[in-house]
């Protein structure tokens, strides 16, 4: 049975991206996915009263825990819920949360039964042994799928680009991730991660907003009524009376959610070089929160997101929590077994984790990597980043090698591209023989890393 071969219309395969911040699932030769929603899920703590009271449909894998997944019931203010990701570092950490994430996409996005399907779920470059195997489990017992495959992210983001040897700088929401692919090969000892992405941008506004300019962050739900004000001016609002005290996880969130609308709307990065003084007329684009507040954001624009390049020397907010504490348990000296972990992740510049990802690489590969630089993920969609990125690179391009950026012209395209690299790729004839099906699985629970390397 390990030779079993899915062909046809009855591969039925579901195509699977879960990302720092959005989980993209859809069906295999699709376009674009079925359905977008968020990553983080909320908990809900209930008693024994509403326990008994809940729909006997639902699923509470934890005693007295209700999960809320999808954009719609995440916005529903609820005075006892937390909200968290189930993933660090693009790895599972809550598998009762993971669970509830995938449940979601099945019943609600693809209103299908995942016991008739077969299943491609990407997976970040430095996937542990043990979390495939997690994976392999709750896929194989507990949804019962027909048959799986993984295929690490950046991989897929090169078929989507139509390359099978790229060298792929994925920015996201919490991090950077530069890996060199060749030949359909993730180089793992090569990759590189800086926390220098979306959420670095988010840290940085947020904090201009609330400590230097004393904004205060309310959602549009709280808001029952509110007046024009002029630039600048303190708003003048009305709560609406029914929103409830939530909890400090829930209103961080809220809170977040509103400066990333500044920052997809406000964000230019320098083609070139930052320079201050060259900046200094450029126009103004206003932006109104939802309570009003409004102003105009001119040099900022620029400013911050050079950090991305320079994060010492534009940081106005404290480094993150999560950077600097304690080893690196994912680089990769420590998962292949190299050595000890390598420092924590840090906010690195970006043109600094490609110089170190390119410096990893086999000489005699490294013409080929110049030649191929895809640049895809949320946070790449700033414009004028993928000049300053070409810029950057061009400068350590060596003599005799050709760069050529490729960064896709559509939105889409750049947010999803590790889900339409996996749509591709499980539509193909020459794939359906790399299926993991259950009865090999059971046969032999190895079959799955030996399968999908």
């Known amino acids: 049975m390990s030779g079993a071969v899915f062909g046809g219309d009855d591969v039925g395969a579901v195509v699977i991206d879960v990302g720092t911040r959005t989980t993209k699932v859809g069906f295999a030769g699709s376009d674009s996915p079925c359905g977008v929603y968020p990553t983080i899920i909320g908990q809900q703590t209930i008693s024994s009263k509403d326990e008994n009271a809940m729909d006997a449909s639902e699923d509470t894998p934890k005693a007295g825990v209700k999960y809320i997944v999808g954009d719609n019931d995440l916005s529903f203010p609820r005075a006892d819920c937390d909200v968290k990701s189930p993933l660090t570092s693009g790895l599972v950490e809550d598998w009762d949360a993971f669970e509830q994430l995938l449940q979601y996409g099945f019943a609600k996005s693809l209103q299908c039964n ?7 779920m990407s997976q970040p470059t430095w996937a542990t042994r043990s979390q495939t195997e997690k994976l392999s489990e709750l896929l194989f017992e507990k949804f019962n799928v027909k048959a799986l495959h993984f295929v690490k992210s950046p991989v897929l983001s090169c078929f989507a680009n139509g390359r099978g040897t790229g060298l792929v700088i994925d920015s996201g929401a919490e991090e950077t991730r530069i890996t060199p692919v060749y030949d359909g090969t993730a180089l793992l000892t090569a990759a590189r991660r800086t926390r220098c992405a979306g959420n670095y941008l988010t840290r940085q506004y947020r904090h201009i907003l609330e400590k230097t300019m004393g904004v205060e962050l309310v959602p549009a739900n709280k808001i029952a009524s509110k007046s024009a004000v002029p630039e600048n001016a303190v708003p003048i609002w009305t709560p609406r009376p029914s929103y409830p005290q939530v909890k ?19 964000v230019r990065v320098c083609e070139k070089r930052y320079i201050e003084s060259d900046l200094t007329n450029i126009p103004t684009t206003p932006y109104e929160f939802p309570n009003g507040y409004n102003s105009n954001w001119g040099i900022e624009r620029y400013r911050v997101a050079e950090g991305l390049f320079h994060p010492d020397q534009f940081r106005v907010a404290p480094p ?6 304690g080893p690196d348990p994912l680089s990769a000296e420590a998962l292949m077994g190299q050595g000890p972990p390598a420092p924590a992740i840090k906010e690195l510049g970006l043109q600094h984790a490609m110089t170190q990802a390119l410096q990893a690489c086999d000489a005699d590969i490294r013409h080929s990597l ?10 790449s969609l700033h414009l004028g980043l993928a000049e300053r990125i070409s810029t950057e690179l061009s400068l350590m391009t060596p003599r005799g090698a050709k760069l050529k950026v490729t960064a896709a012209p559509s939105t889409q395209d750049r947010l999803f591209s590790a889900w339409i690299g996996g749509s591709i790729y499980a539509s193909l004839g020459t794939f359906q023989q790399l299926w993991v099906s259950k009865e090999a699985y059971l046969d032999d629970k190895t079959i799955v890393e030996k399968r999908c390397p």
């Open 114 to 120: 995942p016991s008739e399907k077969c299943i491609m």
């Open 248 to 266: 400090p996880s829930y209103k961080n969130w809220t809170s977040d959610q509103l400066v990333r609308d500044l920052q997809e709307t406000i």
């Open 320 to 325: 993150d929590e999560a950077v600097g504490i």
């Open 370 to 379: 110049w030649n191929n630089v895809i640049l895809c993920g949320g946070n």
